[in-house]
């Protein structure tokens, strides 16, 4: 099995930085694209960024150039400018093959809280 363990959640004041982080450990023969989902209360969750293994990134809209994704073994989102609207559970996610034959399963953290309030 796979387990995605995630770090660096808080407290922040608006206009403040955090960076999350997310190990995988298992049985992982590749992993081919890593990211970070968030899910405010009441609302859908919604891509924040994700990374692919060739170093593809991809943002949700909202990012707007405040957020940047990275992966050297983990992956690390630095979030930067926060706002009162980020606030929200974000959950590390990854396609992984874990059997060695080239398919791949999806693999989620347990989430950590962001929190941007004065």
């Known amino acids: 099995q796979v387990q995605l363990v995630e770090s660096g959640g808080g407290l922040v004041q608006p206009g403040g930085s955090l960076r999350l982080s997310c190990a995988a450990s298992g049985r992982i023969f590749r992993v081919y694209s890593m990211g970070w989902y968030r899910q405010a209360p009441g609302k859908r969750r919604e891509l924040v960024a994700s990374i692919t293994s060739g170093g593809t990134t991809n943002y949700g809209d909202f990012v707007e150039g405040r957020f940047t994704i990275s992966r050297t073994g983990a992956v690390y989102l630095q979030m930067n400018s926060l706002k009162p609207e980020d606030t929200a559970v974000y959950y590390c996610?990854?396609?992984?093959?874990?059997?060695?034959?080239?398919?791949?399963?999806?693999?989620w953290g347990q989430g950590t809280q962001v929190t941007v309030s004065s």
């Open positions: 996610y990854g396609k992984i093959d874990t059997t060695g034959t080239y398919s791949s399963s999806d693999y």
